[in-house]
């Protein structure tokens, strides 16, 4: 089942502007996926990228990330496997302890509904914007794979009236909800966090969950060397940081606490020095400054 708003303004595919980020992040899934250990295990992220017509080179296995002379893929994929992993852990003890709607925010190539091990009853909403899921429908149901819960696709632009559609899709806000957020909030102004953290308000019944990566540090990521050079050095017209607001007055932690959420925040750093595979100093230092925001309301 499918769900709409604003289709017209999040009219991105998977191989331009936001949506190419999705790909990438799908890539740093499959190279972590082969490493061992692995910090995520994501079966479907190697198809994505096999099937996209991307406008520049990505990996799907560690020896193609490790041999990338352009871009730090090693890094990055580790970034995203902490991340991915984190993520993980927090949608399984969210359904463990009852919860039985999850709703991914800005979902990209996450294939969760399709890789974890769901109790029965669970829904997950995937919101994002209509070509970048519409891809990702193709890419599995050409691999065969089957949802292991229920699952809505939403299609929707996360800057504006979102919430209709995910009530539409069937969300009961009586109930509650776990979200996540994953490489989101650069991409809203402040004004457009503020309104999606209030939209995530309005439909949480007590019990709700958020997990959100937050980043503090946005300014020294537009300073990353290899984010410029690696589009120089593969002849690609493509600026991921254009794509920033660039805008940090919200912090989710202290936002959610005034209204009522009880809140932890860790960095992420420690996220991935405790699953024994630390981040490597050569991030960009927002990355490495990044923190993982969960909060509960009771
Ligand atoms: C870096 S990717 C992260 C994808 C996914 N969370 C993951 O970790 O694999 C960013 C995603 O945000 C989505 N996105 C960015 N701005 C959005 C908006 N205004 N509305 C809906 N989706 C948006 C993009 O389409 C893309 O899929």
Redesign the pocket.
Known sequence: MTDSA?RD??D?D?AS???L??L???A??AVETLREPPLVRDPYAGAFVQAARAPTPMPVTPQEADGDQTFPWPEFARY?GV??RL?DELSLTAVADGLRQVV???????TRAFRLDWPPGVTAYE???PR?LAFKDQVLAGAGARPRCARRAVL?????R?TPALLTAGLDPASPVAW?????L???SDE?KDRLLAGMRELSAPGSRIAI?HFAGMDSMRDYAAFTEAPRLNNVDFDVTA?WAHEEATDPGPWLARIGWSVDARPIADVAAGYGRPLPATLPEGMLSAVMITARLT
């Open positions: 604003d303004t999040a991105w998977i502007g936001v949506g980020t999705a990438a992040t799908a740093c899934r995203v991340r991915s993520f991914i925010l800005a979902a990209g190539l996450d919101v994002d914007a970048v929707a632009d996360l800057r504006g979102w996540l957020a994953e490489g989101l650069p991409y809203l457009e990566e794509l």
